[in-house]
């Protein structure tokens, strides 16, 4: 008989730790995790990308891509607990596996232990899917298969300043339209304000979280601090995992 089953999701800003805290919980909840499903893997390709007015594309926006795609894939993991039999990512395996490396590296085994020991308290027993993107918060549809809504926050400053230490980001010479100057904050920053803006009171998501609209769609978001830290972000996570986990138990 199949366990239960339950989806967490993870998103918010481009370079504030969405990748990284979906492998750190991928380990976490391990070998119990059939599927992790990565927003990133169904970007359309550069010649089908909306055109910004400069002429350049913009591979931040919405319109980039194919969410028609992406639901049909999330369906079909929250029906059969898998990825679709025909799904390929572009992402090269061996990066894979060494972000994955470098994210449970990150946080420590001894951490770790004492996370899972935290989730056992709970008599989890539920596998879990895990998807992870930009966008998965725009769409209504898209909300309501998931189950855990987790947001994480950065600054500005602080996701410009992560992206800008990335290979290639901020090279005068680059051909790459999204390392180019400017990039961040005409596509990453405005995309993110745009579609993540009604989570916030004033659109301002530097500043406070509209609280009614984020109880009413159930989405946990990490509260603000001047540079939220691996280790922070992981604590906060296994935090709010437990308590929706022990919510969803009675």
């Known amino acids: 008989m199949r ?3 339950l989806t967490i999701s993870i998103s918010g800003a481009s370079s504030s730790g969405k990748s990284t805290l979906a492998y750190q919980v991928q380990a976490l909840f391990s070998p119990h995790v059939p599927f992790l499903l990565q927003l990133d893997d169904f970007c359309k390709e550069e010649e089908d990308l909306p055109v910004r007015p400069n002429g350049l594309p913009d591979a931040d926006a919405v319109d980039s891509v194919d969410f028609p795609a992406f639901k049909s894939a999330l369906l079909h993991c ?3 607990g898998e990825l679709p039999a025909d ?4 992402q090269d395996p061996e990066d894979v596996a060494e972000a994955k490396r470098r994210a449970v590296v990150a946080i420590g085994e001894t951490k770790m232990q004492e996370a899972r020991k935290r989730l056992n308290m709970l008599g989890m027993e539920r596998d879990v899917g895990i998807v992870e993107g930009f966008l998965l918060y725009q769409d209504r ?3 309501e298969m998931l189950d855990v809504k987790l947001f994480l926050r950065t600054s500005e400053g602080v996701a410009k300043a992560r992206q800008m230490k990335r290979p290639g980001y901020g090279d005068p010479n680059t051909k790459d339209f999204w390392r180019m100057d400017g990039y961040f904050e005409e596509c990453v920053w405005a995309n993110y304000v745009k ?5 916030f009171e004033g659109m301002d998501v530097e500043g406070r979280l ?5 109880r009413r769609e159930r989405i946990l978001v990490q509260p603000r601090t001047d540079r939220n830290r691996e280790e922070e972000t992981f604590d906060w996570a296994v935090t709010t995992l437990c308590e929706a986990l022990a919510a ?3």
């Open 195 to 199: 579609e993540n803006g009604w989570l």
């Open 78 to 80: 929250k029906h059969t």
């Open 141 to 143: 549809v898209i909300r």
């Open 87 to 90: 799904f390929k990512s572009w």
């Open 3 to 5: 366990r239960p089953f």
């Open 248 to 250: 969803m138990n009675g």
């Open 210 to 214: 509209n609280e009614e609209v984020c």
